[in-house]
């Protein structure tokens, strides 16, 4: 059969709502009431947003894209000894959003901005008016910078390069958002139907896989370009119906296809989940190892519980096979390595937890910290007063010139609490205590006071490793600047009592137990972004009203 394309031309007009603050002047008259020629300007301008680049005192640009339309991108002191209102000259642009449009004497003005999807610039001028309607000598020139040219594939509401089907019949929702004017084509087969609904969207249909089967796959693509000088703009939408065997294992305890050690006496069951789309089975290679259920029915989910006799001799293994049905000739096989620790006499005592793990900043005036600040700011490695254990910090940012910053630091103060400057998303405090011998299903609590200065990040996130680095605390998310956020922790100026208790599900053999508290967001206290580390701090601390006994402590709990 002949393959033919069709392109059809496909333009989707874009429209921009603005979201309109409502926000109360705030005015402020000078100390001394001033007589005269009334007088306006603008000073101190504060760039709040790294969408602003070029801010004079005459003006600035604003990126083509910034996602929240409520976020301030730049703000500029007022002064003058009347009121005043503030206006854009151009008709059209609604796109830059100003609060307050109007005040008396001093005060603020405030710039947003919408998304400019367009491929060419928007740029307004910014007037300021007496009372009486004249305008002042002061104007802003704000310029919004072009977007680039984009073709997008949605499926289902998400942007998508690929759709992989199954045997069963499918429907999907299919929408191309572009900022240039696209044609788009598909083959034409029997079993795969592209249907224009307008306005960019479409529905795309495939027909059930044919039974009996005589291939395991097939194709199709949707394909969409620009035009003129834009042709190329591309996007493709790769279309597979697949009926080749596949079994998925989930569990976020499985790390290389390695169960969690199991405990020599009064093992715990293990649980995780199956997904196929043809019919398994689960074997073991040893009879003290058994997994229930042993197999399955295709397309469904399976929670599997995996169980092991008591060991009376030494450590051993095994494998697990899940195994699928064949089909034309091909399985799909997941091979899972089950491990059992050896009888007690044969494996030695835990060592490395077997106390507290404590350090200790007494805050004492005069104390010389001339040790710590050698082990922390030359050495990154500050040591428990008590047991084993050291802590670090590491700093990420780097430069467009691949430099560290000067701002980012590491510091013992002067009542010996740890602590940087320049936090920047990515980094982390790292508590290590090392352990010869680490039992799993140990319960492990840690417990510290911290806060951070008006101008340091707020978003942390608590985690532990344990094969994989894992939140130790209730893990929340927020929407900041267009992107979500995943922390523990809001941090505040005053010092807050981080406590978490986790429990290992893996052994650790000649390691370190790990904790680390991980800067979530370029977001500081004040709830801002910044364009690159400041002087704003964060600390490990601790309080004379506790004895100075809220320091970092790790321990082993019941």
């Known amino acids: 059969m002949n393959t033919k394309y069709i392109f059809r031309n496909l333009w989707t007009a874009v429209g921009a709502t603005a979201l309109l603050l409502s926000v109360a002047a705030t005015t402020a008259c000078s100390d001394d009431d001033e007589v005269g020629a009334p007088y306006f300007r603008l000073e101190n301008n504060v760039v709040s947003s790294k969408l602003v680049s070029n801010p004079t005192e005459l003006g600035f640009n604003v990126a083509a894209i910034v996602k929240d339309p409520t976020v301030e991108l730049i703000r500029y002191d007022v002064r003058s000894n009347s009121k005043w209102s503030v206006e854009c000259s151009a008709a059209d642009a609604s796109w830059l959003q100003i609060h307050p449009t109007e005040g008396e004497g001093d005060g603020i003005v405030r710039f947003c901005a919408t998304d400019n999807d367009a491929t060419t610039p928007r740029a307004t001028t910014v007037v300021f008016r007496y009372a009486n309607g004249h305008q002042t000598e002061v104007t802003l020139a704000v310029k919004q910078l072009a977007n680039l040219p984009y073709i997008t594939i949605y499926?289902?509401?998400?942007d998508a390069t690929q759709i992989t089907a199954g045997r069963a019949a499918a429907h999907y929702e299919v929408e191309i958002a572009s900022n240039v004017e696209p044609f788009y084509a598909m083959p034409q087969v029997d079993w795969a139907t592209f249907t224009e609904i307008g306005n960019g969207k479409f529905s795309l249909d495939l027909a059930a896989y044919p039974d009996p089967a005589t291939t395991?796959?097939?194709t199709n693509v949707i394909s969409v370009k620009g035009s003129g000088k834009y042709s190329a703009i591309t996007a493709k939408l790769n279309i597979l119906q697949t009926i080749a065997p596949q079994i998925t294992v989930v569990s976020e305890d499985i790390a290389e296809n390695e169960l969690p050690p199991f405990a020599a006496s009064s093992p715990a069951a293990f649980t995780f989940k199956v997904q196929s789309n043809w019919a398994w089975t689960a074997v073991s290679d040893d009879p003290w190892c058994i997994a229930s259920p042993s197999s399955g029915e295709a397309d469904k989910e399976y929670t599997v519980t995996v169980t092991v006799t008591k060991n009376a001799g030494a450590a051993r293994n095994t494998h697990l096979m899940l195994t699928t049905s064949e089909v034309l000739g091909t399985t799909a096989k997941q091979d899972l390595r089950v491990s059992q620790e050896g009888n007690s006499g044969s494996q030695p005592d835990m060592e490395g937890l077997t106390s507290p793990v404590k350090w200790f900043f007494n805050g004492a005036a005069g104390t010389d910290y001339t040790a710590a600040k050698e082990q922390f700011e030359v050495n990154n490695s500050l040591q428990a007063a008590?047991?084993?254990?050291r802590l670090s910090y590491t700093h990420v940012y780097r430069d467009d010139k691949g430099q560290p910053s000067a701002d980012c630091t590491r510091k013992i103060g002067g009542t010996g609490q740890p602590y940087i400057t320049g936090a920047w998303p990515g980094d982390f405090w790292l508590f290590?205590?090392?352990?010869?011998?680490?039992?799993?299903?140990?319960?492990?609590?840690?417990?510290?006071?911290s806060r951070i200065s008006g101008?340091?990040?707020?978003?942390?996130?608590l985690e532990?490793?344990?094969?994989?680095?894992?939140?130790?605390?209730?893990?929340?998310?927020?929407?900041f600047l267009?992107?979500?956020?995943?922390?523990?922790?809001?941090?505040?100026?005053a010092n807050m009592t981080i406590d978490a208790t986790v429990t290992f599900s893996r052994s650790i053999a000649d390691g370190e137990v790990q904790f680390r508290f991980v800067c979530a967001a370029n977001c500081t206290g004040g709830g801002s972004a910044i364009s690159a580390p400041n002087g704003?701090?964060?600390?490990?601390?601790?309080?004379?009203?506790?004895?100075?006994?809220?320091s970092p402590i790790i321990q082993v709990v019941e």
């Not at 008590?386 to 254990?389: A, N, T």
């Not at 532990?464 to 929407?479: F, H």
């Not at 267009?482 to 100026?493: K, L, R, V």
């Open 464 to 479: 532990y490793k344990d094969g994989s680095w894992k939140p130790a605390s209730e893990l929340q998310t927020v929407d």
């Open 536 to 550: 704003g701090t964060i600390r490990w601390a601790s309080d004379v009203a506790n004895g100075f006994n809220d």
């Open 455 to 461: 101008t340091g990040q707020k978003y942390w996130r």
């Open 155 to 158: 499926v289902d509401k998400s």
């Open 482 to 493: 267009g992107e979500t956020i995943s922390y523990t922790h809001i941090m505040p100026t």
């Open 386 to 389: 008590s047991g084993v254990g």
């Open 216 to 218: 395991l796959e097939r």
């Open 432 to 449: 290590e205590v090392p352990v010869k011998y680490f039992k799993a299903g140990t319960k492990v609590r840690f417990t510290g006071s």
